[in-house]
């Protein structure tokens, strides 16, 4: 089998901000026809998604997504998991017209995906198990001596839960250098701004306590998180890695921006075309 490394991976700063803005147009356009999915949240992490799959950090193939020598992205906060859905159309890994049918009755794409989602590696209902799962896949690459590696998404509300520190430890202790953690951190969880809720500051802080690799950058700066995850890669520490990407939950509809239960909120036809437009 012939590896792949994202065919996209020369692409200019300029086309991956044109593959963006596409993701962002049609993430929205599908909560239109499905307004369960949680839009908020999947706004928030798409230039993330797009340098990993667009900017050559990944490892795949579309065409046989179970390539034993692939990289593996967990969207552990599946609940923003449905912006992965334009983008793995888009590269092939299943075909574009799924995405009219998201959550209908006959389609294996909905609000929250799962592994049978070709690209999905894992079902994600439940939210802290993803950093887990990796580490296991972490361990089993390493035993089997396969330099791929693992790539987790977690929100930052996810940090509530405890399983996701004892990942955090045991990645640490067993120096699992072939982990990357990513943090959607938007500031708001599903019940207002975390800061009000459980504050995570100085977050950046506490991953570096724990022997983790930390950077962080603006989330939503293409330029800068290719930038910043390249220079991660590249440096062998011997330690897991995680990169606190800052976001804007909702992020392109100013509404959604602005609303600290925008979670939970869904947009109207009228509200959705009128934003299509302006994206």
């Given at each position: 089998?012939?590896?792949?490394?994202?065919?996209?991976?020369?692409?200019?700063?300029?086309?991956?901000?044109?593959?963006?803005?596409?993701?962002?147009?049609?993430?929205?356009?599908?909560?239109?026809?499905?307004?369960?999915?949680?839009?908020?949240?999947?706004?928030?992490?798409?230039?993330?998604?797009?340098?990993?799959?667009?900017?050559?950090?990944?490892?795949?193939?579309?065409?046989?997504?179970?390539?034993?020598?692939?990289?593996?992205?967990?969207?552990?906060?599946?609940?923003?998991?449905?912006?992965?859905?334009?983008?793995?159309?888009?590269?092939?890994?299943?075909?574009?017209?799924?995405?009219?049918?998201?959550?209908?009755?006959?389609?294996?794409?909905?609000?929250?995906?799962?592994?049978?989602?070709?690209?999905?590696?894992?079902?994600?209902?439940?939210?802290?198990?993803?950093?887990?799962?990796?580490?296991?896949?972490?361990?089993?690459?390493?035993?089997?001596?396969?330099?791929?590696?693992?790539?987790?998404?977690?929100?930052?509300?996810?940090?509530?839960?405890?399983?996701?520190w004892e990942a955090v430890m045991f990645?640490?202790?067993?120096?699992?250098?072939?982990?990357?953690?990513?943090?959607?951190?938007?500031?708001?969880?599903?019940?207002?701004?975390?800061?009000?809720?459980?504050?995570?500051?100085?977050?950046?802080?506490?991953?570096?306590?724990?022997?983790?690799?930390?950077?962080?950058?603006?989330?939503?700066?293409?330029?800068?998180?290719?930038?910043?995850?390249?220079?991660?890669?590249?440096?062998?520490?011997?330690?897991?890695?995680?990169?606190?990407?800052?976001?804007?939950?909702?992020?392109?509809?100013?509404?959604?921006?602005?609303?600290?239960?925008?979670?939970?909120?869904?947009?109207?036809?009228?509200?959705?075309?009128?934003?299509?437009?302006?994206?």
């Amino acid at each position: 089998m012939k590896t792949v490394v994202c065919k996209t991976g020369t692409q200019t700063i300029a086309a991956l901000k044109e593959k963006a803005r596409s993701v962002r147009k049609e993430t929205i356009r599908i909560h239109g026809l499905s307004p369960e999915i949680r839009l908020a949240s999947s706004l928030s992490n798409i230039e993330v998604l797009t340098v990993l799959y667009y900017g050559g950090i990944l490892r795949f193939d579309a065409k046989n997504p179970c390539w034993e020598k692939r990289d593996r992205f967990i969207m552990s906060k599946g609940h923003g998991g449905v912006s992965l859905y334009p983008i793995l159309a888009d590269l092939g890994f299943f075909r574009k017209d799924e995405l009219n049918k998201v959550c209908s009755k006959d389609s294996f794409l909905g609000a929250i995906p799962d592994c049978i989602v070709p690209g999905f590696e894992t079902t994600n209902g439940s939210l802290g198990h993803g950093l887990g799962v990796a580490c296991g896949m972490a361990v089993a690459l390493r035993i089997k001596k396969i330099p791929s590696r693992v790539f987790v998404m977690v929100g930052d509300g996810e940090l509530y839960e405890g399983a996701v520190w004892e990942a955090v430890m045991f990645a640490a202790h067993h120096k699992l250098d072939n982990v990357v953690l990513i943090v959607d951190n938007n500031t708001k969880c599903m019940l207002d701004y975390c800061r009000k809720v459980l504050d995570l500051e100085p977050l950046a802080d506490k991953f570096t306590v724990f022997k983790w690799e930390t950077r962080s950058v603006d989330g939503h700066d293409i330029e800068e998180i290719l930038s910043v995850m390249r220079e991660l890669l590249e440096k062998p520490t011997g330690r897991p890695k995680v990169l606190i990407a800052n976001t804007i939950k909702g992020k392109g509809v100013p509404k959604l921006e602005a609303d600290p239960l925008c979670h939970i909120r869904s947009l109207t036809h009228d509200e959705i075309e009128r934003i299509i437009k302006e994206i």
